[in-house]
């Protein structure tokens, strides 16, 4: 009986034709110190509660990249080591797992490494995977998905030419079609050869405050920094008007705790001509953001080629991702790795 196989979603597309070139961009590693070793009897329960974490992925008679789902035996690496060092490697695309785990015993502690290619995992499973793992660590059991992120790319080829879909379509083409605002940095205009780093700078925000004030004004906690982003980026330069993307998860209710990788890319426009007040600006952005992802149903891979849109800048909101875990009542912080380039 042949196996079952499906279609990648555009997202899913987008990352592994990035990926073509090799390099660890779309590797999501991590470790998280342990207190005991029933790691591997664990990590075989997430899997089965989360079969897709096994999708493989190939080419059909067609030509076509398509995944399945590929059940083998689970086996964990470990390794003992007075210095943990892991370096990230590529992944090999096709008819490969599509995860790694390795258990370091570093002098007295457990390390665990763990390590999915993103077209798999998005930041919400890696969250639903922490909290069932360490659940499975405490014998817990677990709920295990009814739906994943195949069914997921089968109703978005379903949902392509819908009225809904038309709907999405028209929204954004009145948002951004034909727009010539370009918000792409601004390069040093020297002879000498550009070089790109990584400056990070810490900016330390109350939360408290934050909270206070997206209360105050009823909306999103993403639509609060997409909005200083975008007052940002519009400042930088020097222009009225700002066009960036974002991401949203576009997770509903039944894959809310599903394996996969669901984020969908969208654009974010905003007209400073059309706002005078920091509150006007917070309500007009969360106004938006929240109609963007109801017509996210809309491709921005359709955008580009129907609609001509175009944005070099992406900023994504995080905030919601807190890797924590909780065994026997002990916090543990589980730390993503930073790759070799400096980049998270």
């Known amino acids: 009986m042949a196996k079952q196989v499906f279609p990648l979603s555009k997202s899913e597309e987008g990352i592994y034709i990035s990926s073509m070139n090799g390099g660890d961009a779309y590797n999501l590693a991590h470790t998280v110190k342990l207190g005991k070793d029933q790691v ?9 509660a989360h079969p897709y974490l096994l999708t493989q992925l190939s080419t059909d008679e067609s030509g076509r990249i398509v995944k399945q789902i590929v ?36 002098k007295d502690e457990l390390v665990l490494y763990f390590d999915f290619y993103h077209l798999i995992m998005d930041g919400t499973s890696i969250k639903v995977f922490i909290d069932d793992f360490f659940a499975a660590l405490e014998g817990k059991e677990l709920v295990k998905e009814v739906k994943n992120a195949n069914d997921y790319a089968l109703l978005e080829e379903k949902n392509i030419g819908s009225k809904h879909y038309q709907e999405s379509k028209d929204y954004y083409d009145k948002l951004v079609g034909g727009l010539e605002t370009d918000s792409s940095l ?9 070089s790109y780093q990584n400056i990070h700078r810490k900016l330390a ?38 066009l960036f ?5 576009a997770r509903t209710e039944d894959v809310v705790r599903s394996f996969g990788s669901y984020v969908k890319t969208y654009p974010l426009y905003v007209n400073f001509d059309n706002v005078s007040k920091v509150e006007e600006l917070l309500k007009v952005v969360n106004e938006e953001n929240i109609n963007n992802i109801a017509h996210n149903d809309y491709l921005f891979s359709s955008m580009v080629k129907d609609l001509g849109v175009s944005a070099d800048v992406l900023f994504a909101y995080q905030g919601d991702y807190f890797y924590k875990g909780m065994l026997n009542g002990k916090e543990l912080t589980v730390e993503q790795l930073e790759r070799k380039d400096g980049k998270e």
């Open 71 to 106: 059940k083998s035996d689970f086996s964990l690496d470990y390794e003992e080591t007075k210095e943990l060092h892991i370096d990230s490697k590529p992944y090999e695309l096709q008819n490969s797992p599509l995860y790694r785990f390795k258990l370091y015993k570093v």
């Open 245 to 249: 993307l974002t991401v949203n998860n």
């Open 40 to 48: 591997e009897v664990a990590l075989k329960k997430v899997i089965e």
């Open 205 to 242: 925000i109350s939360n408290t405050k934050v909270k206070e004030v997206t209360k105050k004004l009823k909306i999103k906690t993403s639509s609060y920094f997409l909005a200083a982003f975008s007052y940002l980026l519009a400042k930088y330069g020097m222009d009225t008007e700002a």
């Open 186 to 194: 601004v390069e040093d205009k020297k002879d000498e050869t550009i």
